[in-house]
């Protein structure tokens, strides 16, 4: 394969080697980078089943298995699919790893609040996967060809763990996990920190510039004009409440 630019149905490229896809549940969003040693995989969909079909999907892609997994946040539908991926890095938050080893049944709980069946939810919440190589604040990872991506902790907003992926390039990529949402009002759960989250996407704004792609975890790519309104919309709103 030329990278990301001509694979299976439903990934869409973003810039050399760098490419996406909405999935039909929940419009998640999951990233793919791809290097000359090292494919990472950002995100993993609500199921174990689904993570099948990524991980499938990625090898008709690029011929190559997905070898890293960066991980957004601990949210069901971007973590349950993880276990269908044998043998390779994953990487979060330092704190999502305490947050996946009490979450368990309050996962699978969510997971069927939003509609994934009892025995799928069920069969992710016994499997999880939870990060063997974590972040605190940034870290570079090399996937080989002159490819490095930061993942970094932009700051507590979404929850208090939320990790980004910065792809540098033309464009730059920015992927932003639940900080970012384009498919519906951003959501701000028990774990969410709202007075943190302004400050994080200027944070990620930062980092991408004004010409970066930025890739919300779930609807379409936006830039950062867009970033920045969601910005004064979260400043305003958690000002109000």
Sequence with gaps: MDTAESGADGWEHLAPGVARRRLAFLDVTIGLVVGDEGVLLVDTGSTVAEGARLRLQVLELTGRPVTHIALTHGHFDHVFGTAAFGGVRVYGHRALDGCLARGHDALREDAVAYGVGPGPAAEAAAALVRPDRLVD??????????????????????????LAVHVPGTPAVVFCGDLVEESGEPQAGPDADPAGWPAALDRLLAVGGGTAVYVPGHGAAVDARFVRAQRDALTARFAAS
């Design 137 to 162: 604040e940034a870290y570079e990872l090399d996937l080989g060809g002159g490819r490095t991506v930061t993942l970094f902790h932009p700051g507590t907003g979404h929850t208090t763990h939320d």
